[in-house]
């Protein structure tokens, strides 16, 4: 879920720094400037740094390679949106911030060496209705932390624009992480938007520049997802309300072990529903008693809260329909809808969604 206000890196211990690199990914063949993503991973991995590197969906489609690779070697994947899209422009002027992240999703998520997309605005461009929108697609949220901010940056694109070298970059770098002591640190492996840019960055000589003197004055590392504060929202369970499309809501009965109705006038103790994220578009529902929300025989019937665990029943497909509205698909094809004369959640809907499959969801 997307907070209002942008993450950072102030939680971390004094002398504790967690590398960042935005844009990429990249390479340029043969010697000289130019991006080099993986060079940059794989030094890095050679000094025991696992660092993030927040890519752009449409340079990561083009580079699957790099991202297994930097999996493998401990590195950290995270979402920077598809086109490098500057998120409150794009939501004024019709853009698609949804689109953005889940176009990227697509691409990234299967390297993500974490069960949580990491996110990061182009520009660190961000507000709260951005929150707001992102959080209203169960698709583009679940599962997700951001906006991840960071707290030290001494603009290293700016200095592969003006034809700065890598040293004196690199003692910029130095001043900057001195004056703040502790912190998440902005890098670009690549530039998203100015091919110029592009073609002259040298971040990897930057980095061999950089990291020795950062060692040898006692400077420790942390990969992001071991930021303590971003820790702890990561912790957080995501708990929905589902209101269907008579006005109820989905209500475990006894708070779940048995049938479920859509029958709840508002939300009390029994509605409120825990969504586990199981792998790319799948969850599974809980009940606040732990039990799981489950289609009996796998679709067709009845649904009950009486899931121990979840096995071949209990996984849906989400499917967002945007304006906090969702379906869910079980295995067997059949959506969850409900009876209009028992108000029973039932799973008999077969191939389309229609009025009684579509459940609003709110966060409790």
């Given at each position: 879920m997307y907070q209002a206000a942008p993450v950072s890196g102030q939680s971390l211990p004094p002398g504790t720094l967690s590398l960042t690199f935005d844009d990429g990914p990249g390479q340029t063949e043969g010697p000289g400037p130019g991006p080099r993503t993986l060079e940059l991973g794989q030094y890095l991995?050679?000094?025991?740094?696992?660092?993030?590197?927040?890519?752009?969906?449409?340079?990561?489609?083009?580079?699957?390679?790099?991202?297994?690779?930097?999996?493998?070697?401990?590195?950290?994947?995270?979402?920077?949106?598809y086109d490098h899209a500057n998120l409150p422009d794009s939501l004024t002027f019709g853009g698609d911030p949804v689109g953005q992240v889940t176009r990227t999703d697509a691409v990234i998520r299967n390297w993500i060496d974490s069960?949580?997309?990491?996110?990061?605005?182009?520009?660190g461009a961000w507000g709260p209705e951005v929150a707001a929108t992102l959080n209203a697609n169960l698709t583009a949220s679940l599962s997700h932390v951001g906006p991840i901010n960071w707290d030290i940056d001494a603009g290293d694109w700016d200095c592969w624009r003006g034809g700065a070298t890598p040293e004196s970059c690199?003692?910029?770098?130095?001043?900057?992480?001195?004056?703040?002591?502790?912190?998440?640190?902005?890098?670009?492996?690549?530039?998203?938007?100015?091919?110029?840019?592009?073609r002259a960055n040298r971040t990897l000589e930057l980095i061999q520049s950089l990291v020795p003197v950062l060692q040898q004055g006692g400077y420790q590392f942390a990969r992001l997802d071991d930021v303590p504060e971003i820790v702890a929202l990561t912790q957080a369970p995501t708990r929905i309300a589902l209101r269907a499309t008579n006005g109820l809501y989905m209500s475990p009965q006894g708070g779940g072990g048995g049938p479920v109705?859509?029958?709840?006038?508002?939300?009390?103790?029994?509605?409120?529903?825990?969504?586990e994220d199981l792998y790319v578009g799948k969850v599974a529902l809980r009940s606040t008693n732990g039990d799981y929300i489950s289609p009996q025989g796998g679709g067709g019937a009845d649904v009950l809260a009486n899931g121990p665990m979840v096995g071949d029943w209990e996984p849906l497909d989400l499917i967002s329909l945007g304006g906090n509205r969702v379906a869910f698909r079980s295995i067997t094809g059949h959506f969850l809808d409900y009876d209009l004369a028992t108000a029973r959640l039932t799973a008999t809907s077969w191939l389309t969604i229609q009025a009684q499959t579509i459940f609003t969801f709110e966060y409790v």
């Open positions: 991995a050679g000094q025991g740094i696992r660092a993030t590197f927040f890519m752009v969906g449409k340079f990561a489609s083009d580079l699957p390679d790099v991202m297994i690779q930097l999996e493998q070697l401990g590195h950290l994947v995270g979402n920077h949106t069960p949580v997309v990491y996110m990061r605005p182009p520009y690199a003692a910029g770098y130095l001043k900057a992480i001195n004056t703040a002591g502790r912190g998440i640190v902005l890098m670009h492996d690549c530039t998203a938007d100015q091919d110029v840019v592009k109705l859509v029958n709840g006038p508002a939300v009390g103790p029994w509605e409120p529903i825990t969504v």
